[in-house]
């Protein structure tokens, strides 16, 4: 079975940082994009950051663009996305997602994992 295991969300104040960790199991991870989405409440969904598991490309929202850095660590199916200088606006639930090509709309990505909460307190 497909498995996306997003880890790492937490309650953090303005300005500080968090890692976030997505490990992934039942498919060949070289083959896929990995994404990552948000949603704050009230929100739609939004692409954050998107990697390509085979040459490493790489795709940032505007939003997060010198702030937020993806990798990817093939031997372990795992992608991270560090996340500095927060702000409150990036308090959302965020959910990592992987997909046959990189691509920014979530519609390009089949499989999706469950949800981690970041809140960045002001």
């Known amino acids: 079975d497909v498995q996306l295991q997003a880890s790492g969300g937490g309650l953090v104040q303005a300005g500080g940082s968090l890692r976030l960790s997505c490990a992934a199991s039942?498919?060949?991870?070289?083959?896929?994009?990995i994404g990552w989405f948000r949603q704050a409440p009230g929100k739609e969904r939004e692409g954050v950051s998107c990697?390509?598991?085979?040459?490493?490309?790489?795709y940032y929202a505007e939003s997060v663009k010198g702030r937020f850095t993806i990798s990817s660590d093939n031997a372990k199916n795992t992608v991270y996305v560090q996340m500095n200088s927060l702000k409150p606006e990036d308090t959302a639930v965020y959910h990592c997602?992987?997909?046959?090509?990189?691509?920014?709309?979530?519609?390009?990505?089949?499989?999706w994992g469950q949800g981690t909460l970041v809140t960045v307190s002001s």
């Open positions: 997602a992987a997909g046959p090509t990189l691509v920014t709309s979530d519609y390009g990505y089949g499989y």
């Open positions: 039942g498919f060949t991870f070289d083959d896929y994009a």
């Open positions: 990697i390509s598991s085979d040459d490493d490309s790489t």
